[in-house]
């Protein structure tokens, strides 16, 4: 699986777009992009996945640049409860991306 | 739909102590993953299974067992409990064609 690379923290301010972003240089073409988020203590949510177009869904979008090498997860509206662990995961897709190697994320902190 | 549910949420055990951790889900999914995460780390998987009666080794199996006699049910055994257990177990679950995995709640497991 290809590696991601993400900042550890990022601070963003309630109601305004909080944007994620990931490194995955070694990306292969059939490699998705997932994001998950874990709030503290509770179990991993999937968020998004995408694999060469922009995404759009009721949490969030993901933008995937061209060359697939990076990507940018946005929360448009950020909320108190989007104060969680944000994970970036590059996978293929079909029955075997069960098996997620998750890295240390980066710690999103949405403030009042 | 419950989802993936685990029991117990706490549990603590001396060193030596066997014990299982439960997982079940009512979503009819054929893949159901072990994952134990530590303070400051991602998620790192233990054991996943393909479907019922088939099961295999993740990153960090040793330690541990696991059996799949039916769909819904995916215990994860402690033969010989060790300090180094002392971790967060989530349980997940996730269907043949679907994109996303679902997580437990957790059961945070204290070796003394």
């Known amino acids: 699986d290809a590696k991601t690379t993400q900042p550890t923290s990022m601070d963003c301010a309630e109601g305004r777009a909080a944007n994620l972003p990931c490194n995955h240089s070694?990306?292969?073409?059939?490699?998705?992009v997932y994001w998950y988020r874990q709030i503290h203590s509770q179990g991993p949510q999937y968020i998004i996945h995408g694999l060469k177009n922009n995404e759009t869904n009721e949490m969030a979008s993901l933008i995937i640049t061209e060359d697939r090498k990076s990507s940018t997860l946005i929360l448009p509206h950020a909320t108190l409860r989007d104060t969680a662990v944000y994970y970036c995961?590059?996978?293929?897709?079909?029955?075997?991306?069960?098996?997620?190697?998750f890295g240390k994320g980066t710690l999103l902190t949405v403030n009042p | 739909n419950a989802g993936v549910t685990q029991t117990p949420k706490f549990q603590v055990l001396k060193t030596g102590q066997s014990m299982t951790l439960q997982c079940a889900q009512d979503m009819n999914h054929e893949y159901m993953s072990w994952y134990r995460q530590d303070p400051g780390m991602g998620l790192r998987l233990i054991h996943y299974?393909?479907?019922?009666?088939?099961?295999d080794q993740g990153e960090v199996p040793n330690g541990y067992n696991v059996s799949r006699s039916t769909t819904e049910d995916f215990p994860l055994r402690l033969l010989s409990a060790a300090p180094s257990q002392t971790s967060v177990y989530f349980c997940?679950?996730?269907?043949?064609?679907?994109?996303?995995?679902?997580f437990g709640p957790g059961t945070r497991l204290t070796v003394t």
């Open positions: 997940a679950s996730k269907g043949g064609t679907g994109k996303e995995q679902y």
């Open positions: 995961i590059v996978r293929v897709s079909g029955g075997s991306n069960y098996k997620l190697t």
């Open positions: 299974s393909v479907g019922a009666g088939i099961t």
């Open positions: 070694t990306i292969s073409g059939n490699e998705y």
